[in-house]
């Protein structure tokens, strides 16, 4: 079963949040089919798939960034919150703020940069499928894109005296 969004978002939020982890799970299954099945074809058949290894490639490039989006959604991105946590209410929303602000213009950067390495490689063709190599790098704008409205209603949170609840990540 899939984990629950964080209750505190609002009902597009979660959606989206359900959708990503969908498209996650899906993203695995092939992977792990693809594998299994080429790892038989290999061992009974002596044959090599060789456009599975390049869609798993495109797979697991796609479900990491993608992956980056569903932990900025559940607050999961590996943090050192000791001292934050110690520090008074206000002072605590403020470095939070902070936090949130450098995560989002870093979101920004890898969206605009990513998209230019999409638009700069899409000429060229993978080896086996002959796919846009465009296409495989088109994950890395696209999880920063959809990581940021999770990042936008965080600051909305903060801006409003409370913390997020991150108590599920």
């Given at each position: 079963?899939l984990?629950?969004?964080?209750?505190?978002?609002?009902?597009?939020?979660?959606?989206?949040?359900?959708?990503?982890?969908?498209?996650?799970?899906?993203?695995?299954a092939?992977?792990?089919?693809?594998?299994?099945?080429?790892?038989?074809?290999?061992f009974?058949f002596?044959?090599?798939v060789?456009?599975?290894?390049?869609?798993?490639?495109?797979?697991?490039?796609w479900?990491?960034?993608?992956g980056?989006?569903?932990?900025?959604q559940?607050g999961a991105?590996?943090?050192?919150g000791?001292?934050?946590?110690?520090?008074p209410?206000?002072?605590r929303?403020?470095?939070?703020?902070?936090?949130?602000v450098?995560?989002?213009?870093?979101?920004?950067?890898?969206a605009?940069?990513g998209?230019?390495i999409?638009q700069?490689?899409?000429?060229?063709?993978?080896?086996v499928?002959?796919?846009p190599q465009g296409?495989?790098?088109?994950g890395?704008p696209?999880?920063?894109v959809?990581a940021?409205?999770f990042?936008?209603?965080?600051?909305?949170?903060?801006?409003r005296?409370?913390?997020?609840?991150?108590?599920?990540?």
């Amino acid at each position: 079963m899939l984990a629950s969004p964080r209750g505190d978002m609002p009902r597009a939020l979660r959606l989206l949040g359900l959708a990503i982890d969908a498209v996650l799970v899906l993203l695995c299954a092939v992977m792990g089919l693809l594998v299994f099945f080429n790892v038989l074809s290999r061992f009974i058949f002596n044959l090599d798939v060789a456009w599975s290894g390049e869609l798993v490639t495109f797979c697991l490039v796609w479900g990491s960034f993608l992956g980056g989006a569903a932990a900025v959604q559940r607050g999961a991105h590996m943090r050192v919150g000791e001292l934050i946590e110690a520090l008074p209410l206000r002072l605590r929303r403020i470095l939070e703020a902070l936090v949130l602000v450098a995560t989002l213009a870093l979101l920004g950067f890898v969206a605009w940069y990513g998209l230019a390495i999409c638009q700069r490689t899409w000429g060229q063709e993978t080896t086996v499928l002959y796919w846009p190599q465009g296409l495989l790098y088109a994950g890395m704008p696209l999880g920063a894109v959809l990581a940021m409205p999770f990042i936008l209603h965080d600051l909305l949170v903060l801006a409003r005296g409370r913390l997020p609840d991150w108590s599920d990540a």
